[in-house]
């Protein structure tokens, strides 16, 4: 087994999912927030290649969800921002068993153990492993060895700025473009999806509730998408 840890930095579930305001109440967006993490844990912990997981952040649900999956759990102290929380969690990881990590974020629910398997098995012979998202410029899975190699920059546009870093760095990044961990759920186009089957189980039951639950304007799109 590599010695590649997984990090999860998660904010606050009931402050999660914001640009989802207009169609999704609070309330839904912290239950959706939840279903996705729930969803990539369990592939987190289905995959062959990590060594271990550790979750950073200070809401007590993830908290209770990531020791019940037996990862380690690092306050965030700070809660300022992704790149705060995966520093806190890359600087958890130094001096520890761990020849390098992947940042995973909680919102790629259709992610699959496989696709984790293949940026560990990339990892072997790259040093940083950069996987886009497929519709904003962003960045869904990082894989760094050693850990301390640079520092992320998630957020807008990150995979761009994660190319000029390791250009400025003198690092050669292997991309790979995965269909399931490039799709990250962050504006309600990214909500299409197939209710039925495949990964994401919770999220997409929660998709197929919304569309059932809320028949109005709105969500007219997911009703139709959603059709056997």
Not at 28 to 43: I, P, Q, T, Y
Not at 66 to 80: N, Q
Not at 125 to 149: E, F, K, Q, Y
Not at 163 to 192: C, R, T
Request: glycine content about 8%.
């Amino acid at each position: 087994m590599s010695g590649y840890w997984a990090i999860v930095p998660v904010k606050r579930l009931d402050r999660a999912k914001s640009r989802l305001s207009l169609l999704l109440g609070a309330a839904e967006r912290r239950e959706l927030a939840d279903a996705m993490l729930r969803d990539v844990f369990d592939v987190l912990v289905a995959s062959e290649r990590l060594s271990g997981i550790v979750v950073v952040t200070n809401d007590a649900q993830a908290m209770q969800l990531a020791k019940g999956i037996g990862a380690a759990v690092v306050p965030d102290r700070l809660e300022a921002g992704t790149n705060e929380a995966v520093r806190q969690g890359l600087e958890w990881l130094l001096g520890r068993e761990c020849d390098g990590a992947i940042v995973v974020p909680g919102d790629v629910p259709f992610l699959s153990p496989a696709e984790v398997d293949a940026v560990a098995e990339a990892l072997d012979a790259h040093a940083l492993v950069l996987v886009p998202a497929l519709r904003d410029g962003g960045t869904n899975m990082l894989g760094i060895r050693p850990s301390n190699l640079m520092e992320t920059a998630f957020g807008p546009d990150s995979f761009s700025r994660h190319l000029a870093l390791a250009q400025a760095a003198g690092i050669a990044p292997w991309v790979l473009h995965l269909e399931g961990a490039g799709h990250d759920i962050d504006v309600s186009s990214d909500l299409f999806c197939s209710a039925e089957g495949g990964a994401a189980t919770r999220t997409r039951a929660f998709v197929r509730r919304l569309a059932q639950d809320n028949p109005v304007p709105a969500t007219a799109w997911l009703k139709e998408e959603l059709q056997p």
